[in-house]
């Protein structure tokens, strides 16, 4: 494929690093274990490049679909659109954003109404753990709500895990070469989906006021413990 510009296209947001880790993962622990997924806003702006700058070469070309730079991703994030997009975040207890995902709404058209392109990102610390499908499922939700009667994801063939995911979903799945397309077909809204968005939405939020205060109670020991620290020099100074 050619190089793309910077703005983040609907063919940049479907890639997905760290996917081979995380389905025989979840193969293995079929459970359902919840997963604080919270809505990024304009300020998380600066996390999400932070994100997307960790992420290896390899990973980089799997998720934009070409070896994008640190100016491209930079250029790529500040034409994020919060607004008309929604953009999806797990925050570890540092408060690092260690999985991403970007549910871009298509302009409606004659040959498909009601569209959207899923694309994640896991780094490479956090994977294994189930974070990809979790977003997917999260994105589906949100996409439901949003009269979204299609998701769909372009990848690479060689990422078979993507498009497993996407296959036990229930998506059709049409390869053309190097890449994959996968369309999955979404239920209509309901008041049940609105209500399960709702308490994941707020119960995301909480996860990460108490990971921000636990944050704040660290750095206060830290510093206390650094006076202290400072108290005892000087007065072993002054005895000697």
Do not use: C
């Not at 994100?51 to 980089?60: C, Q």
């Not at 390869?175 to 979404?186: I, M, P």
């Amino acid at each position: 494929m050619g190089q793309p510009d910077d703005r983040p296209t609907p063919t940049e947001l479907i890639q997905f690093p760290g996917a081979e880790a995380t389905a025989p993962a979840e193969k293995a622990s079929p459970a359902f274990r919840w997963i604080p997924i919270r809505s990024l806003a304009q300020r998380h702006r600066p996390r999400v490049l932070a994100h997307l700058l960790s992420l290896a070469p390899e990973d980089r070309y799997l998720r934009f679909g070409y070896a994008a730079n640190d100016a491209q991703i930079g250029r790529y994030v500040d034409n994020l659109d919060f607004e008309r997009d929604e953009v999806f975040g797990v925050f570890n207890r540092r408060l690092e954003l260690i999985a991403l995902a970007h549910l871009a709404y298509l302009p409606d058209s004659s040959q498909l109404r009601h569209a959207a392109e899923f694309g994640v990102s896991v780094s490479p610390k956090a994977r294994g753990r189930g974070y990809g499908s979790r977003l997917f499922e999260h994105a589906v939700l949100h996409a439901r709500n949003r009269h979204v009667d299609t998701m769909i994801i372009h990848a690479l063939s060689e990422n078979a895990a993507m498009l497993r995911i996407a296959r036990q979903a229930g998506a059709s799945v049409v390869r053309e070469g190097s890449e994959s397309e996968a369309r999955l077909r979404l239920p209509h809204e309901t008041l049940g989906s609105h209500l399960e968005a709702l308490v994941e939405e707020q119960a995301a939020e909480l996860d990460y006021q108490l990971k921000s205060n636990a944050q704040r109670v660290d750095l206060l020991k830290a510093i206390i413990g650094e006076i202290k620290d400072g108290i005892r020099k000087v007065r072993q100074a002054a005895i000697e």
